[in-house]
């Protein structure tokens, strides 16, 4: 989404590769301290490349062997499935409202105290893995506050810095980069929407025309130095600068719907970009290092352990942490946002977080909303491959195993399903959206899957005093609305627009639904 953002220009790509390098120069420095200092106490750091990690974990787990995920290739042998009467292998879904002891649980209290208690284990255990017990503490630190505009809309903007606390472990550094805009003209604290996606600034303000003559006379001097060359060029074109001023323009806007943080900023509200890969690496070879890695000190994983959507869901805890000390955000109203594995993030960082008011889950799949007992499109294989094993807890590997000491497991071995994910957000509002097949929106992504799913977490948002989609609760039945048709009466929302991979297209819609949730306070059986 950041893309959609008007005012960056050369001015800004030099900044920010500065700071870069002062940023890079200065982790490199503490790094050369951390390993020339005594390091003899600390275990040393494990590097792996994914299939090792990979390999290590399936040994832990005594696995001999996985089936491998479904193809994309239509030529291929185990070409994903597509053919709905072959999409259910699995039809019964695990009890939603039946504890283990096989009581039925009829109001909120036994929800909270009872039944919650036990999916949020399951999911810990076999699916997102644990975050540790003992977790260092994150300072944020603001960088860069300015006024800026995006579009006609004046901003302050802020770029501020997580650090986590690596005392026990100085071989790696965590930094989380966060990116906090609320309008200026705003007269009291604004609900924010926190984005998964690269921290930026919209515009960031540039130095008055006296200033950037100096800065451009420098840079000329220096190039020049660097390159003799340049000075014949400077000369034959001595009204050229190689830095200009980016002047906003104000004229008609460009066709279609404004960019969504544009949409946001209108209707009143701020917005919050996180950025992933600052909290942990999108890969297995990673998982020895960012704040998985730095909890365990370098070493591997244990199957428990959480895995990169449980821990960008943490990072997205800690931005919460810090907006909720922010006198211009209104902390009781701040939603989260991704789409595709980002939508997989924000699902369990509103499951896992109830501080977290609503969500919109864009185009999540296999590990956020779709079911993982549905045979189309991705599958549990493929989350238990070396490419995407790194999402889940090394657990999740045992429900792709075809030969191991504990014998074979499939997805109906998962003591838990996506429509409990959706359900541990009640009663707060939860907005479920996908695009189309046509326009990128893969059927890979099994929006009817998806669908079930949310159909299936219905009746915890009626327990808990919420409204839900207001369709029945038979998911088996359940077939998905037209596209661009609206579900959004209840606390339970659902959209598949005519666009591609992205939830751009719906956002005309979030923002008025959300607004709507906001005046009624959501829920009545919310946890304390």
């Known amino acids: ?63 001999k062997a996985l089936r491998p995920g479904p193809s994309g290739d239509e030529k291929a042998p185990n070409y994903a499935n597509y053919d709905e009467a072959l999409a259910n292998p699995y039809p019964n879904l695990p009890e939603l409202l039946k504890l283990k002891n096989g009581k039925k649980v009829t109001t909120p209290a036994q929800w909270w105290n009872q039944r919650w208690p036990e999916i949020v284990e399951d999911f810990e255990r076999e699916v997102f893995g644990r975050v540790p017990q003992k977790i260092p503490q994150v300072t944020w630190k603001t960088l ?128 919050v970009l996180i950025e992933p890969g600052s909290i942990q690496a999108d890969n297995g070879a990673g998982l020895t290092k960012g704040i998985i890695g730095l909890v365990n000190k370098g070493q591997p994983r244990k199957p428990d352990d959480w895995g990169a959507l449980r821990a960008w869901a943490w990072g997205a805890s800690r931005g919460l942490d810090y907006l909720e000390t922010d ?40 590990g956020g909303a779709k079911l993982h007992r549905r045979n189309f499109g991705e599958a549990v294989e493929s989350l238990t491959s070396s490419g995407e094993n790194h999402w889940m807890a090394g657990n ?8 191991a000491t504990f014998g074979s497991k499939t997805a109906n071995d998962i003591p838990v399903d996506a429509h409990q994910l959706i359900a541990l957000c009640a009663p707060r509002p939860t907005f479920i959206s996908y695009g189309i097949p046509e326009q990128g929106d893969a059927k890979w992504l099994d929006q009817q899957g998806s669908y079930m799913a949310t159909v299936a977490a219905g009746p915890v948002f009626k327990l808990l005093g919420a409204t839900d989609l207001g369709v029945g609760y038979d998911y088996k039945t359940a077939k998905m609305p037209g596209v661009n048709v609206s579900l959004l009466d209840g606390h339970l929302a659902w959209r598949q627009h005519d666009g591609g991979h992205t939830d751009a297209p719906n956002f005309k819609y979030f923002i008025p639904w959300a607004n709507k949730m906001i005046k009624q306070n959501s829920g009545t059986g919310a946890k304390q």
């Open 1 to 63: 989404m950041i893309s959609n953002i008007p005012g960056f220009n050369i001015f800004t790509t030099m900044k920010k590769a500065l700071y870069l390098f002062f940023a890079l120069a200065v982790s490199s420095a503490s790094a050369q301290q951390a390993a020339t200092g005594n390091t003899a106490k600390y275990p040393p750091l494990v590097n792996y490349t994914a299939e090792q990690d990979h390999q290590q974990m399936m040994k832990q787990l005594g696995i």
């Open 144 to 271: 860069i506050a300015e006024r800026e505009y995006v579009g006609w809309i004046p901003v302050n903007a802020k770029q501020l810095v997580g650090q986590v606390d690596n005392s026990e472990y100085p071989l790696l550094e965590v930094n989380i980069a966060m990116t906090v805009v609320t309008p200026a003209n705003a007269k009291g604290p604004v609900p924010v929407l926190m984005m998964f996606s690269r921290s930026a600034l919209p515009a960031p303000a540039q130095p008055p025309k006296e200033s950037l003559e100096k800065i451009n006379a420098a840079l000329k001097e220096l190039l020049v130095k660097t390159d003799p060359s340049l000075k014949a060029v400077f000369e034959q074109y001595p009204a050229y600068n190689p830095i200009t001023a980016t002047n906003p323009t104000f004229g008609p806007p460009p066709a279609g719907d404004p960019p969504p943080v544009q949409q946001l900023l209108a209707a009143g509200w701020g917005y």
């Open 327 to 366: 006198p211009t955000i209104d902390a009781k109203h701040v939603g989260i946002e991704g789409v595709s594995r980002f939508g997989k993030a924000a699902l369990v960082a509103q499951a896992f977080d109830q501080r977290f008011f609503m969500g919109l889950n864009g185009s999540s799949g296999e």
């Open 396 to 403: 999740f590997l045992k429900y792709g195993a075809s030969q």
